[in-house]
């Protein structure tokens, strides 16, 4: 009964806090109320998960839909070793942009809370989705909401155009996961879009909120969404270590590398960083290693949203920033050792250009963690502590995640025991990568080494613009024609030709049917 609730509670509060803001709303109530409701509701669900982790694994079900014999699935929730990290380091990145947007201007929070909440709770939903059904439910509410997020913005019409174009390949994602048990190519392409690999920037960028706190979580969440899964595919080695998936992954997450550290802001290089971090982890389900693949969705999901939502560059940050460049690293006995389980024992040229990418991902995350931004945190001193808390507890929860229990949470999930066992690149591959970021730096430094450039042809090719505006010249065609059957319809003719179309499109009916 508590772990339900804990679950139930967990997964919830986000949603009713971010109801309770739009109450707030109507009623005009202080701002004061508005993040008071935003962070009790952030509070609830880190609380409750906290808890949680005590009664795992346990399922719930929300509702038992009747008949069974017309709907065999009911949605549910399962709390797992899976679910329940990737469920904490998203809540914890829920309540982080909370507390760094009670540092900007009034005016711009409103919106950034309740859809941050909104986000969150439904996020947090699709993660601790119990069966399949739960799962595309979730994905279904989390683009719509995005979708009315984008939408509510002014924009000129080619923007909203990339709006529903962004919304649309979410829609297909979702109908080629349900084809995807009995395909990995459908899987694999199904999860590629949640991702976000098409279109890779959003418009609206300049909007301050859209920029840090909001933007975050709509970058984060529907990527997030798909580690669970990922874990759980890996666990029961369905991509049975594929070939084609690994060279596929290598490349995109090679070019995503190559384009964040040459970025010229984090919120520019926001996308690659996602795919391809995101790449690591899938490349991980390919092996088969589900540890692998929940170590790298938290260095996505927690390593990701601290170098993106900083603001403010301070002295009293230098040593933080130290740490969590080291975490990258994966040294051994730190918390997320387990990402480097991706290296096999062998140089060979797999291993190469994924540490290629790894040193670039690392690389491109010292930049711009050292990078003195534009923006600077001021205000009350409240509002500075809560800046700081924000930042603490990423950091925190990834050492109660990493040092809390990470063997014992996983066994709950795993189906055979953990791997104790090691190969020797898990070991020397982080002192390797250390070794060749203070080379780079040092190059760098020195300007001995020019800046990373990705050939123009190859940038064009992966950075799928070409296919953006192919969809948009069939969308626009098939506009032009609609309107030119519209102009004949409505016309002195119109009712001539709809009866002539009402032939002719019988006609094509029975002789699909096989009739006469």
């Not at 898990?426 to 300007?447: C, K």
Request: proline letters at 5%.
């Amino acid at each position: 009964m508590i772990a339900s609730l804990l679950l139930l509670g967990s997964s919830f509060a986000p949603l009713m806090a971010s109801v309770s803001l739009s109450i707030l709303r109507w009623r005009k109530a202080r701002l004061g109320f508005w993040w008071l409701a935003t962070f009790l509701g952030g509070a609830i669900t880190w609380v409750c998960l906290l808890g949680l982790r005590f009664f795992l694994p346990h399922q719930v079900a929300l509702v038992s839909w009747q008949p069974e014999n017309l709907f065999p699935l009911s949605p549910e929730l399962l709390a797992d070793g899976f679910s329940w990290v990737v469920g904490f380091a998203l809540a914890t990145v829920g309540v982080a942009v909370i507390f760094t947007e009670a540092t900007t201007p009034d005016a711009e929070r409103a919106l950034g809370w309740a859809g941050s909440s909104f986000l969150v709770g439904l996020g947090l939903i699709a993660i601790f989705a119990g069966n399949q059904l739960t799962l595309l439910l979730a994905w279904a509410a989390i683009d719509l909401v995005e979708l009315l997020i984008w939408l509510s913005r002014p924009a000129l019409p080619q923007l909203r155009e990339r709006v529903i174009l962004a919304f649309s390949s979410r829609a297909f994602a979702v109908m080629l996961a349900l084809w995807g048990l009995d395909n990995p190519w459908a899987y694999v392409f199904s999860i590629l879009l949640r991702w976000g690999v098409f279109p890779f920037h959003l418009p609206y960028l300049e909007s301050p909120d859209l920029r840090r706190g909001l933007g975050t979580i709509i970058r984060i969440v529907p990527p997030l969404t798909t580690m669970p899964l990922l874990a759980r595919l890996a666990d029961l080695g369905y991509f049975s270590e594929q070939s084609w998936i690994s060279v596929f992954l290598g490349l995109i997450a090679l070019f995503a590398a190559l384009q964040w550290i040459n970025s010229a802001e984090v919120i520019e290089g926001r996308p690659f960083w996602i795919i391809g971090t995101a790449s690591f982890a899938f490349y991980a389900a390919n092996l088969q290693r589900p540890e692998a693949v929940i170590a790298w969705a938290l260095v996505l999901a927690l390593h990701g949203s601290f170098v993106f939502l900083i603001r403010g560059w301070e002295r009293f940050w230098f040593p933080v920033f130290v740490y969590q460049s080291i975490l990258l690293l994966g040294l051994p006995f730190t918390p997320f050792w387990d990402m480097m389980r991706v290296y096999r024992p062998t140089w060979s040229p797999a291993n190469i250009l994924w540490l290629l990418s790894h040193l670039l991902l690392i690389a491109g995350y010292v930049r711009f963690i050292f990078q003195k931004p534009l923006e600077t945190v001021e205000g009350e001193p409240w509002r500075i502590v809560l800046y700081r808390m924000a930042f603490g507890g990423l950091i925190g929860s990834s050492l109660m995640i990493g040092y809390g229990g990470w063997r014992n949470s996983l066994e709950t999930a795993l189906s055979q025991p953990y791997l104790t066992s090691r190969n020797w690149m898990e070991y020397f591959v982080g002192l390797i990568l250390a070794l060749l970021s203070l080379l780079l730096a040092f190059l760098r430094r020195r300007r001995l080494l020019t800046r990373l450039r990705v050939p123009e042809r190859l940038m064009r090719l992966f950075s799928m613009e070409w296919v953006y505006r192919f969809l948009q010249w069939g969308f626009r065609q098939l506009g032009g024609f609609y309107y030119q059957v519209e102009g004949v319809l409505e016309g002195k003719a119109g009712i001539l030709w709809a009866i002539v179309l009402l032939l002719v499109l019988g006609r094509v009916f029975l002789f699909l049917g096989g009739g006469e």
